[in-house]
């Protein structure tokens, strides 16, 4: 049975095509310096948002069209979903996919019969990726929907809760281990406080850093060699949550002695609702080491809240891609598309038009910023901005030669700092535009 039987495989027919089922830019086996886009790229469909999602906002309940669905969230239907969710993803041609436990396999009456359901979920995922080839990125516990974690999961108020997050995440991660996966996540959703008046934050940072080390620990017993990611958010659901953006999280991770264990799955969506670009946090992520994975989606600067829109804007992708290139590629993550159609687009096809613009953005953004490091342009204008630090008195502060007693007598002999340099911002700009096209 074909849950998508009038859409055939997407193909590469180049950039003059008008296909809307064809890519224009990702072409997988195209090289580009010298690895293939599908290595350089290694797109990940989304379980939650593009086989979960119903298209429900704050404002009125889903209207998504989905054939396949009964309405029920049963381990039968979780059993379906994974054939609606490989057809899909054959088609498309990714590499890799991500889940949440609680979007492939429901919750039972218990902890016991939860964890029944889940392996027989995972035994059917294990079969499908054996037979097609696509394979797991990361997957990750889903500790804010129930109502268990009102106060939280790790970070809550109530000792059993703790227990039970981390009874689920064992179980995650063993599921994880179980289907290959390459990475697991940590998102804590409700992690953080809603206000301070009847918060002990220093003991909820504590619990949570204890969490993440018993985490560890287990990772090492089970011989889980994937990487373990964090992924920031500022807020939303939480007015503050612990894991801010990247500087925050990496902080925290130093601060209990976790530095060495984790690094980060960017989300844009998440850097734009810390007044951050994309940009800003996985650089700060990639030259502390810590940049493992990202989420590719984006916001909408008119709205405050997590749209998770698909990527469109060359800008971000050119940025994106650079940053990677630049660190000498992503590792053991990928391009997960953690986001969702837009509620008025309901039909099915609108799934693959969502992951073909996406994966097109992103590939064109990849040619680009692999044009940008063959000039050398930007690189050579960074250079020179920052020459005065090459020689002198420049080379000697970053070689610790001198101190604040050598630089007073410079400084005096010399009578003055010039700002000779001009950032040539609108320049930037101006040739950056030029290998847009």
């Known amino acids: 049975m074909s849950f998508f039987p009038d ?9 003059d095509s008008t296909n809307p089922l064809a890519y224009r830019h990702y072409n997988p086996d195209e090289l580009v310096e010298g690895k293939s886009m ?7 469909v989304c379980y939650w948002h593009t086989f979960r999602g119903t298209g429900s906002d704050p404002f009125g309940p889903g209207c998504a069209i989905r054939p396949w669905e009964d309405g029920t969230d049963s381990p039968a239907m979780a059993l379906k979903r994974v054939d609606v969710a490989f057809e899909f993803m054959e088609k498309l041609g990714v590499p890799y996919y991500c889940w949440h436990d609680r979007d492939i396999a429901p ?18 995922l294990k079969e499908a990726q054996a037979r097609t080839g696509i394979k797991l990125l990361w997957g990750t516990a889903n500790l804010f929907s129930n109502k268990r974690f009102v106060h939280g999961a790790s970070t809550s108020c109530n000792a059993d809760v703790f227990a039970y997050s981390a009874a689920q995440v064992k179980k995650a991660l063993e599921a994880t281990k ?48 994937g990487a373990f990611l964090i992924e920031p958010k500022p807020h939303e659901p939480t007015s503050h949550q612990y894991d801010f953006d990247c500087a925050n999280s990496l902080a925290f991770l130093r601060s209990y002695g976790l530095e060495k264990e984790f690094k980060f799955n960017v989300e844009t969506n998440h850097a734009t609702l810390a007044k951050h670009t994309m940009g800003h946090e996985l650089e700060y992520a990639s030259i502390n080491g810590m940049l493992g994975s990202i989420d590719a989606n984006r916001g909408d600067p008119l709205l405050g809240w997590d749209t998770d829109q698909f990527p469109t804007d060359l800008y971000l992708t050119a940025q994106v891609m650079l940053i990677v ?77 001198v101190k604040f007693e050598e630089l007073e007598a410079y400084m005096l002999k010399k009578g003055e700092a010039e ?3 001009s950032g040539r911002q609108e320049l930037i700009e101006n040739i950056i535009n030029r290998y847009l096209k």
């Open 178 to 225: 179980e289907l290959g996966g390459e990475n697991y996540v940590f998102w804590g959703g409700r992690e953080g406080y809603m206000t301070l008046w009847n918060t002990d934050l220093k003991r909820e940072l504590d619990h949570l850093a204890k969490f993440f080390h018993m985490a560890v620990e287990y990772k090492k017993k089970i011989g889980f060699t």
């Open 325 to 401: 290139l630049n660190q000498g590629g992503i590792g053991s993550g990928g391009m997960n598309f953690d986001a969702k159609v837009r509620r008025d687009s309901f039909e099915p096809i609108d799934l693959f038009h969502a992951h073909i613009g996406g994966m097109d953005a992103f590939a064109h953004g990849l040619k680009i910023a692999a044009a940008m490091r063959k000039d050398g342009v930007l690189k050579d204008m960074v250079k020179k901005r920052y020459a005065s630090w090459d020689s002198g008195v420049g080379a000697d502060i970053e070689a610790g030669k």
């Open 107 to 124: 919750e039972g009456a218990n902890l016991a019969e939860t964890n029944k359901i889940l392996d027989s979920v995972v035994a059917k």
């Open 419 to 421: 700002p000779n340099v």
């Open 7 to 15: 859409v055939p495989k997407i193909k590469y027919e180049g950039p």
């Open 38 to 44: 599908k290595d350089h790229l290694r797109f990940a």
